[in-house]
C-alpha cells in the first residue's frame, strides 16, 4: 500500500527517534547517515537522516518519502511483476535514471534538514529491485541472483557524499537468500527480555523478524511470509484506477470468498521453511488473476487478498514462535487499519500495534536499516545474520563508492 506522498513541501515529517546497537564498537563510524530505498511497492523513495553517537545510539532526525515520476513508477511496477526489459539501452538508462532520484531525494533531504553533504558520512542505498530469484524461487537455481538498480556512481557524485549500495548480491553469492536484511537492527532496538516479540515490515511483501526474550540476542530469525501490498495495490489500481486502498476501505467493503482464499494458499511457496524470501516477480497480478474463477465481485476480491495477507503472517508466527506476545509493525501495510485489525483476530492475546509504540516511526525503519548497513559496511563489520538469510557465513555487505569534494549544481 502507497503512503501518502508529496513533493519537497509536504513530504512525510517524523520527529526524532532513537535506538542503541547494542553490536555496535563505541566511537566507530559516529555521525549522520542516509538511508534510501524504495520497496516492492515501489511507492516512494523512503529517505532518513539518521545520526549514530558515539556510544552506538542512533537517532532518527528526519525522514521524507518523495514520490516517483509516475511515468517511471509505471514502469518500475511493470518490471517487478515480471515484464520483459525492451533492451540493454533501457537497463542502462533506468539504472542512471532511479540513481538520479535517489539522488534527488538525498539533496532534498540534507536541504529540508538544514545540513550539507560534508556533514554526512555516508549514504546507504538499498536501490529499487527490478528481480529477485535467490535460492529456492521461482526459477530454475542454477545461478540465483538478486538485481537492484540505481547507479551508486550517480548518488555519490551527484551529492559528493560516499555511498555505499548492492547490499544484498554478497549474502546471495555466500548462499543466501540477500534477504532479509534487517533482524539484527531490529533485535538492536526492539527486542524485549520480558517478552517474546516479532516485528512485522508490510511492504510490498510482508516479513517478520522474530525476537524471542531471552535478552541475549542470540536466536533472532527472520524470513518472508508472501505477499502484502503489492498484490491489494496492483487489483486496487486495476479495478479502480487508483495505486492503493486507502486504510483498507476498499477490501473492507467486500467479503472474503473462502474458496479463492483456499486456491490462493495453495501456492507451494507458502509451505517452504526458512531461509526465504520473494518478491513481485512471484506474487504479481497474473499469479492472481490465474487463481480467479472469474465470477468474484473485485471487493471480494480484495477482502480475499487482505485475508490472504493476514492468514500467512500468522501461520508463520503461530509455527515458528508460537509465544510471540506482541508484533511491532512497520512499512506502508502499518496505515491499512483493516489489515492490521484482520491478522489481530488471527492472533488472539497478542498485541498488534505499530513501531511507533516503542518510539520508532514505522515509516521509516529501513530506511534506517539502510544508513546502518552502510556504517557497518564502512567499518568493516557484518550486516547480514547467516541464520536468517542461510548465507555460508557473516559477510561485510555492499560496495563502497567514494564521494567527492565538489558535488555537481
Known sequence: MARATAGPAGAN????????????????GSGAFVGLI????????????????????????????????PQL????????????LQSLDEFGDLDVRIGEAFAAATLQL????????????????????????????????HHPFTLQLGDANVIAERCGITTVADFRRRDVAAGGQGAPLLPALHAAMLASADEARAVLNLGGIANLTLLPCDGTGAGVAGFDTGPANALMDAWCERVLGQPYDKDGRFAASGTVDPALLARL?????????????????????????????GTEAPADVQATLMQLTAATVA?????????TRRVLVCGGGVHNAALLQAIGERLPGVVVESTAACGLDPDFVEAMGFAWL????????????????????????????????????
Open 13 to 28: 515529517p517524523v520527529g526524532p527517534a532513537s535506538f542503541r546497537n547494542s553490536g555496535a564498537t563505541p566511537g566507530a
Open 38 to 69: 524504495s520497496g516492492t511497492s515501489a511507492d516512494g523513495i523512503d529517505a532518513a537522516l539518521t545520526r549514530f553517537d558515539a556510544d552506538g545510539t542512533a537517532r532518527l532526525e528526519l525522514g521524507r518519502t518523495y514520490p516517483w515520476d
Open 73 to 84: 513508477r509505471a514502469r518500475l511496477v511493470e518490471l517487478g511483476q515480471g515484464a520483459a
Open 110 to 141: 540534507l536541504e529540508e534538514a538544514g545540513a550539507a553533504p560534508a556533514d554526512i558520512a555516508a549514504i546507504g542505498s538499498h536501490g529499487q529491485t527490478l528481480r529477485h530469484r535467490p535460492a529456492g524461487a521461482a526459477y530454475d537455481g
Open 265 to 293: 494458499l495453495d501456492e507451494p511457496w507458502f509451505a517452504l521453511a526458512p531461509p526465504k524470501s520473494t518478491g513481485r516477480e512471484q506474487f504479481h497480478i497474473d499469479w492472481l488473476t490465474a487463481r480467479l474463477g
Open 315 to 323: 501461520d508463520a508466527l503461530l509455527a515458528r514462535q508460537p509465544g
Open 374 to 409: 552502510a556504517r557497518q559496511t564502512l567499518a568493516g563489520r557484518p550486516g547480514n545474520l547467516p541464520g536468517v538469510t542461510g548465507a555460508r557465513g557473516p559477510r561485510v555487505l555492499g560496495a563502497i563508492y567514494p564521494g567527492n569534494l565538489s558535488p555537481l549544481d
